[in-house]
């Protein structure tokens, strides 16, 4: 690869990132609009059933593509009669599937003891019909790196899942109100991919086991470590669902969701982009250590103070979004915010090693975890779910040790070059930790409403780790100003 297609790549992956940080912002703000409107107007145990919703939906499209999503990022030769094998496939696949949750619904509900379940799951099996109509394009948009399309796209999604979500709880259909707003999403996105694409990767009626070959063995690993990663990371959600009820359940999702926040939305933002400029790279060990450790320190430094003021402020902040009767999840949000600050740093792994070729190693990383989670989960849920969080927290740094060793085996990034990346977004957030801490603690003791409280922890938290940035790393502050707001020039 000489310098000038190295010089356009790198502009072209800082470019999805402006995008997709943008999208990012906006998306995730809108949804914490639509959480806060919602859980005024939905009760706990409408959550708790949208979850055991989730929980079916989420498993069954894990396989709705076969796994070969990745496949075609990875491999970059793939021709059209491909291309179009692979887009038929994936529509029969996921009607298909479609068509199973309509016909399993009644033993979900008899699994979680909710007899009410049934039609709202039957109704939410309509995703299974919208969503591969675009899904293939999406793919290609990404792998193409046009994040600038895929960004205002995924905004104006979420602003119709929020008017659709927003219209049916003011109408009362409940726990309807959370699958009409998926749908909604679902299908705007869905649309929106195949008219921008449709005239560039346009399918043919053409169908072959030979054109499959590859990309089907290639996403067989992928689904099957998407899959047990799938029940590792839900297997929460299915025990607390059957013996704790949706009610308890609910709360949990909500503060589960919160801290989640991070990890399923910010790391995406630099992950999506990693992938494919990682998949152009995958020879080259050298670059993919150096690339690797770029982006952990870019995870960090984003969702480090994040988290830490999330757990920090929690007694304020949950009954501030979401009302004073949701006071119960903010010690989960405080307990699991250990779970999320090291999941968000093993995030990056996932972009990795399918950029490698290397998604049997997922593979087997998620059997070892997935087994590991079931068996002390199933032990201590009938302890409450502060057990299930303090378990969940457990295992995420047990696994972190081990995916070190995976990242010294696959690109000889040695533990101590790792967390020298991590030594600057450690530190300051630590700064801005205990300085929200210390005025957090003298607040308490004043006649202020904690609305005004949270908001003036929040500004003094972002103006300490502002300043704390500038003054232990001003260059890099610069270059990340200039990545983000610079202009795009291709090099000459």
């Not at 409107?37 to 989730?54: E, H, Y």
């Not at 013996?243 to 999506?272: E, F, H, R």
Request: charge should be positive; aromatic fraction near 10%.
């Amino acid at each position: 690869m000489g310098a000038r297609e190295r010089g356009s790549l790198r502009l072209s992956a800082i470019h999805g990132v402006r995008w997709t940080t943008a999208s990012m912002m906006v998306v995730t703000g809108l949804g914490l609009v639509q959480l806060a409107i919602l859980t005024r107007l939905l009760s706990k145990s409408d959550f708790g059933l949208m979850s055991m919703i989730a929980i079916v939906l989420g498993f069954a499209q894990v396989f709705a593509d076969v796994g070969v999503s990745n496949a075609i990022i990875y491999r970059q030769d793939a021709n059209r009669d491909q291309l179009s094998s692979l887009y038929w496939m994936n529509v029969g696949v996921s009607v298909l599937l479609g068509a199973v949750v309509v016909l399993i619904a009644p033993l979900v509900a008899g699994y979680f003891h909710q007899p009410q379940l049934v039609q709202p799951l039957r109704v939410a099996s309509l995703l299974f019909v919208v969503t591969p109509v675009g899904q293939q394009f999406q793919v290609l948009l990404q792998k193409e790196l046009e994040f600038d399309r895929l960004a205002i796209i995924e905004i104006v999604a979420a602003v119709a899942a929020l008017g659709v979500a927003t219209a049916a709880a003011v109408a009362g259909q409940g726990v309807y109100s959370l699958v009409w707003a998926q749908l909604a999403r679902a299908t705007v996105m869905s649309l929106a991919t195949t008219m921008v694409g449709w005239h560039r990767w346009r399918p043919h009626l053409h169908l072959s086991v030979g054109d499959l070959r590859g990309f089907v063995s290639f996403g067989l690993y992928q689904m099957g470590e998407r899959s047990i990663y799938y029940w590792a990371a839900n297997i929460d959600y299915l025990l607390i669902g059957r013996y704790l009820g949706p009610a308890q359940l609910g709360v949990y999702t909500i503060a589960y969701n919160l801290v989640i926040v991070p990890v399923s939305k910010l790391n995406p933002v630099l992950t999506k982009v990693a992938f494919p400029v990682f998949a152009r790279r995958q020879e080259d060990s050298a670059a993919l250590r150096r690339g690797f450790g770029e982006l952990v320190e870019l995870v960090a430094l984003v969702t480090f103070p994040l988290l830490v003021g999330l757990g920090i402020l929690a007694p304020l902040a949950v009954p501030a979004i979401f009302g004073a009767s949701w006071q119960p999840a903010a010690l989960l949000v405080q307990i699991l915010t250990v779970m999320g600050l090291i999941k968000c740093l093993g995030n990056p792994l996932g972009a990795l090693l399918p950029a490698m070729g290397r998604a049997d190693i997922l593979f087997w990383l998620n059997v070892a975890s997935t087994t590991v989670t079931v068996a002390l989960l199933w032990a201590v849920v009938g302890r409450g779910t502060q057990a299930v969080a303090w378990a969940h927290s457990a295992i995420q740094v047990l696994f972190f040790v081990v995916e070190l060793g995976i990242l010294r085996y696959v690109v000889e990034l040695r533990p101590r070059s790792y967390f020298a990346r991590l030594a600057r977004p450690m530190l300051t957030t630590t700064l801005m930790g205990v300085s929200i801490f210390g005025m957090y603690a003298a607040m308490r003791s004043l006649d202020v409403s904690d609305g005004l409280q949270l908001a003036a922890l929040v500004l003094a938290g972002i103006a300490t780790y502002a300043a704390s940035w500038l003054l232990l790393a001003p260059s890099y502050v610069r270059g990340l100003r200039r990545m983000l707001f610079g202009r795009r020039e291709e090099p000459a």
